[in-house]
């Protein structure tokens, strides 16, 4: 009976330990989930302090595209070189898009296309790689006058957000 009594008491005492170990790992467990969730709402902050930027931008951006008239996209279209900062403006927006060639022809070709305003305007900028979004940066760094409003209405008023 004694030995009954003392594997019973060694089964607890393995018991006891085991549960010991298993609150410990519990416990680091929810330290880390805490950190964890610490971390993901101070990103989601970041994101959505980004996203309250870049929105107005991104509005701004979705109206310019929305009031395009097809008889500019024509006239832009027609002609034979475009000027440099009508170039770069739709270099840029080929390049978001995913398109390799950049040359007029390739660019006339997608003015051409139906409901190109919007694809434009449904186009997710969540789905831009990040080698992508790099690119188009520099791009646009390389090229800064061409972005400015002015620079694209001195290129053509067809252009002119």
């Known amino acids: 009976a004694q030995q009954d009594a003392d594997e019973a008491m060694e089964a607890i005492a393995v018991a006891l330990s085991e549960a010991k170990e298993t609150k410990k790992t519990m416990e680091s467990l929810r330290l880390e ?70 040359s007029w022809i390739s660019m006339k070709k997608f003015l051409g296309r139906r409901g190109i305003k919007q694809e434009i305007l449904d186009f997710d900028a969540r789905n831009i790689k990040s080698s992508t979004r790099s690119d188009v940066i520099k791009f646009i760094a390389s090229r800064k006058t061409s972005f400015e409003a002015a620079s694209i209405r001195r290129a053509s008023l067809a252009a002119a957000p």
Do not use: F, Y
């Open 33 to 102: 989930l805490e950190q964890q969730t610490n971390e993901t709402s101070e990103r989601k902050a970041l994101i959505e302090r980004e996203l309250g930027e870049v929105q107005p931008i991104l509005d701004s951006a979705k109206d310019a595209v929305g009031s395009i008239k097809s008889q500019n996209l024509t006239e832009i279209r027609s002609l034979k070189t475009p000027p440099a900062a009508i170039s770069d403006v739709l270099s840029a927006v080929l390049m978001l898009l995913g398109h390799r060639d950049l």
